[in-house]
């Protein structure tokens, strides 16, 4: 979708947002999968407000776009607006145990910025792909750690109510892979509270996780981490690779040969091919172990 509503164009300037025209999003989700559409980047936070409300009132859809790696977005131009934040200099600032740390901060290197400042307990996220933010929304976990945890404070965009909010981590609900954060709620920053740790151990909890990783998951193919969310008491890449689903494609579209919870885009792979390889697996699972795997993965269709 391409804003042509001259208001908004010359007003993007003064906000302090850049319009990128016709972006291929394929060029910002890990999966290399995406159409094209307009990309504003967003470089004041205090601007969000004030776009929201001109984009609605002008009738433009549109969504936030974090990381990209946990997200398959559909083919072709797409029907809404894109908006993205850009990160700050510094991305995470320190007080005793708390780290202040950006939405668009990078997780790995913020995990690694802790460690070098003796502050551990995230060792395990260290290869989860993506920002602070995206792994906020979703509570990413990994190796039996998982962010929520350590979460004391969140600011966030509000949609409902247009407006800016921060919610004290007791207010905030956080289970496997999920959140109470509202759907169209956009994180902007969040205060950890991290225990204490010296470097060199939480190094040794970096180089296992990182280990287990490598030996596991295809981390040099494109891909969007796990498809599915492990159904309860089961693990969906286990059942998967049980049922001989590893190299099943649709077109470029792979269940990995690795770690068959991953599907990766073996070179042009499209959204429709991806969805269909997703169907697909889906539909064996349900046949032959009656259950109904839900989707990891965020799909913008
Ligand atoms: N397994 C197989 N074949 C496979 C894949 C896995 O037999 O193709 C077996 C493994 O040998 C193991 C069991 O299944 O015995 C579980 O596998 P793994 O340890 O890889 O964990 P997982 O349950 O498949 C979860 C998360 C990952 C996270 C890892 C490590 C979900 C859906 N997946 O995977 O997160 O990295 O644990 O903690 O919760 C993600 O969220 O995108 C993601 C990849």
């Known amino acids: 979708m391409r804003i042509e509503d001259a208001k908004i164009l010359a007003a993007l300037p003064n906000l302090g947002i850049d319009r990128l025209e016709g972006a291929a999003l394929s060029d910002y989700t890990s999966l290399g999968i995406g159409g094209t559409t307009?990309?504003?980047l967003i470089k004041r936070r205090a601007s969000i407000p004030e776009l929201v409300r001109m984009l609605d009132d002008a009738g433009y859809p549109h969504k936030f776009l974090g990381g990209g790696s946990n997200l398959l977005i559909r083919d072709g131009e797409?029907?809404?607006?894109?908006?993205?934040?850009v990160?700050?200099?510094?991305?995470?600032?320190?007080?005793?145990?708390?780290?202040?740390?950006?939405?668009?901060?990078?997780?790995?290197?913020?995990?690694?910025?802790?460690?070098?400042?003796?502050?551990?307990?995230?060792?395990?996220?260290?290869?989860?792909?993506?920002?602070?933010?995206?792994?906020?929304?979703?509570?990413?976990?990994?190796?039996?750690?998982?962010?929520?945890?350590?979460?004391?404070?969140v600011e966030l965009y509000r949609a409902a109510s247009r407006s800016l909010v921060t919610l004290k981590g007791d207010e905030i609900h956080f289970e496997y892979r999920h959140t109470s954060f509202a759907l169209d709620d956009i994180m902007l920053a969040v205060k950890l509270e991290l225990p204490s740790k010296p470097f060199k151990e939480i190094l040794d909890g970096i180089r296992i996780c990182n280990e287990k990783r490598r030996s596991s998951q295809p981390l040099n193919q494109k891909s969007a981490g796990c498809i599915f969310k492990n159904p309860p008491g089961a693990s969906a890449g286990r059942m998967l690779d049980e049922l001989g689903l590893k190299g099943l494609n649709v077109g470029d579209a792979r269940v990995s040969d690795r770690h068959a919870n991953f599907f990766v885009n073996a070179g042009n792979a499209t959204a429709a091919q991806m969805l269909s390889l997703i169907d697909t697996v889906r539909e064996r699972v349900r046949q032959s172990y009656g259950i109904t795997l839900e989707e990891e993965v965020i799909i913008w269709k």
């Open 78 to 85: 797409l029907p809404w607006v894109m908006l993205h934040l």
């Open 87 to 153: 990160k700050p200099e510094p991305e995470v600032r320190l007080e005793g145990n708390f780290a202040f740390v950006d939405a668009a901060a990078d997780l790995g290197r913020t995990v690694t910025f802790c460690a070098k400042n003796n502050l551990g307990g995230m060792e395990g996220l260290i290869g989860v792909p993506g920002t602070i933010g995206g792994a906020l929304r979703m509570n990413a976990g990994a190796y039996g750690i998982q962010i929520g945890t350590y979460v004391r404070e």
């Open 38 to 40: 307009d990309l504003l």
